[in-house]
T-cell receptor
Framework: NAGVMQNPRHLVRRRGQEARLRCSPM?????VYWYRQLPEEGLKFMVY????????ESGMPKERFSAEFPKEGPSILRIQQVVRGDSAAYFC??????????FGDGTRLSIL | AQSVSQHNHHVILSEAASLELGCNYS??????LFWYVQYPGQHLQLLLK??????LVKGIKGFEAEFIKSKFSFNLRKPSVQWSDTAEYFC????????????FGGGTRVLVKP
């Protein structure tokens, strides 16, 4: 049973470009969570999704950030018009119920 | 709102020493508590969790944690560390009232000298 798969592992973008981060949850898991880890800080919750629904997006910036978890395919975290402050590691976690437990390797986003 | 504090940001100790990492949370209702470990360059792995029952929880790799409700604490312990325990350790709390998302502490970086 493959773990949570995130890609790409590393993503470099220039200011103003778009970043798309993908997360394939573990098989059978219908709950997906996205967290952001800034340098020298802990993980901060961004958004919680179930299939086709956003359950809680209280940790996600109101502008430029969006997330989806379609019926088919991975969950996508999308950042439009990236800025230097978006540089961080973005982690996805999935679970079969309401307790997130399994994390992916993360995507390290660098903004030039 | 729930919050988590890990008071030690960095811990350095020698092999075979005992380790205790502090974790305090602020939410007064029913919570689930977790400790995660992140080895250098790797993803977070669950060390142990507390949902209910015995407040002394055994985890993987010889770790344990004790939930003390009156102190809002969930400290992590290991009697004798190894060099391979060098990692960053995160305490996290979850509650239904807060929407089931994990709230993490700032992490503690542990360096075990051989």
């Amino acid at each position: 049973n493959a773990g949570v798969m995130q890609n790409p592992r590393h993503l470099v973008r220039r200011r103003g470009q778009e970043a798309r981060l993908r997360c394939s949850p573990m098989k059978g898991h219908s709950h997906v969570y996205w967290y952001r880890q800034l340098p020298e800080e802990g993980l901060k919750f961004m958004v919680y999704l179930q299939k086709e629904n956003i359950i809680d997006e209280s940790g996600m910036p109101k502008e430029r950030f969006s997330a989806e978890f379609p019926k088919e395919g991975p969950s996508i975290l999308r950042i439009q018009q990236v800025v230097r402050g978006d540089s961080a590691a973005y982690f996805c976690a999935s679970s079969p119920d309401e307790a997130p437990q399994h994390f992916g390797d993360g995507t390290r986003l660098s903004i030039l | 709102a729930q919050s988590v504090s890990q008071h030690n940001h960095h811990v350095i100790l020698s092999e075979a020493a005992s380790l205790e990492l502090g974790c305090n949370y602020s939410y007064g209702g029913t919570v689930n508590l977790f400790w995660y470990v992140q080895y250098p360059g790797q993803h977070l792995q669950l060390l142990l969790k507390y949902f209910s029952g015995d407040p002394l929880v055994k985890g993987i790799k010889g770790f344990e944690a004790e939930f003390i409700k009156s102190k809002f604490s969930f400290n992590l312990r290991k009697p004798s560390v190894q060099w391979s325990d060098t990692a960053e350790y995160f305490c996290a709390v979850k509650s239904k009232a807060a929407g089931n998302k994990l709230t993490f502490g700032g992490g503690t970086r542990v360096l075990v000298k051989p």
